[in-house]
């Protein structure tokens, strides 16, 4: 398996493990509905905890499928991916933490203060939890696999990309007319499907939750992010599937325009 073979087969199993993921956080989540009675604190524990749990399972499956898909592609051990992954980790880890913080507000849950207390101790473990398994797989991988990954290569003109959007944009609702006609001209050189611009997913962005779902997109599938800054995207902290929606995610690079 070539290594940007193994990178997209990576990105497809995280993705599936975390719909399924999603699936039963949702099922848990109507029990805890159906059972507890919301004036109870409880309940409020209750959905804190479940939602908290999301940061160390979704550590937890990056981890079991990247130690698979080194098995598959030895490259993937080597010293710049493992730093790679243990920065990409880090991030998701700040930033879903912070998304599930302001999600209570809107649902309405009141987290315990002793929760929210250990959430910064939780958050240290689980990135010790990466260093620990990282190095791990660095050693139990053959020295003689340890190479680092070549350059992408050239097809049909274009650059093969590790990630699958080349460019992502975040923008504020109020200036769409001109991201989308910037979006356009991009697209004359760039296909829709490695663009990320909303309008041009909404079939894979009607969906719940999104607020978990779209931290990857752009954080990990995105090779160059374009932030259009303004006043209107400092207030909302913003864009995503309707322009109005919290996108802070970097990865490699970031643009303003």
Same mark, same amino acid.
């Given at each position: ?45 209750? +959905?804190? =905890?479940? %939602? !908290? *749990?999301?940061? $160390? ?7 079991? @499928? ?97 990630? +699958?959007? =080349?460019? %992502? !944009? *975040?923008?504020? $609702? ?7 006609? @910037? ?75």
């Amino acid at each position: 398996m070539t290594f940007a073979e193994a990178k997209e087969l990576e990105r497809l199993k995280r993705q599936e493990a975390a719909n399924a993921r999603l699936k039963g956080r949702d099922s848990k989540q109507e029990e805890i509905d159906r059972t507890i009675s919301r004036r109870s604190g409880a309940w409020h524990l209750a +959905r804190t =905890q479940l %939602a !908290l *749990s999301w940061i $160390g399972d979704e550590v937890e499956s990056r981890i079991a @499928i990247r130690q698979e898909m080194i098995g598959r592609c030895p490259e993937l051990a080597s010293p710049y991916e493992a730093q790679q992954f243990e920065q990409q980790c880090g991030s998701f880890i700040e930033e879903i933490a912070q998304s599930i913080l302001k999600n209570f507000t809107v649902t309405g849950v009141r987290p315990p203060a002793s929760e929210l207390s250990g959430l910064h101790t939780r958050k240290l473990s689980l990135k010790q939890r990466v260093q620990t398994a990282l190095r791990m797989m660095q050693l139990e991988t053959p020295k003689s696999s340890e190479v680092v990954p070549s350059s992408p290569k050239k097809a049909n003109g274009a650059l093969q990309s590790e990630y +699958r959007f =080349q460019i %992502a !944009l *975040s923008f504020p $609702g109020e200036h769409r007319a001109r991201v989308e006609h @910037i979006a356009g001209i991009l697209s004359t050189t760039l296909s829709r499907d490695a663009i990320l611009y909303d309008r041009w997913h909404a079939a894979e962005f009607a969906r719940p939750n999104l607020d978990v779902y779209l931290p990857d997109l752009y954080h990990e599938q995105s090779d160059l992010i374009v932030f259009f800054l303004c006043r209107a995207y400092a207030q909302k902290n913003g864009a995503g599937s309707n322009g109005e929606r919290d996108v802070t995610y970097s990865n490699t690079e970031k643009t303003t325009a």
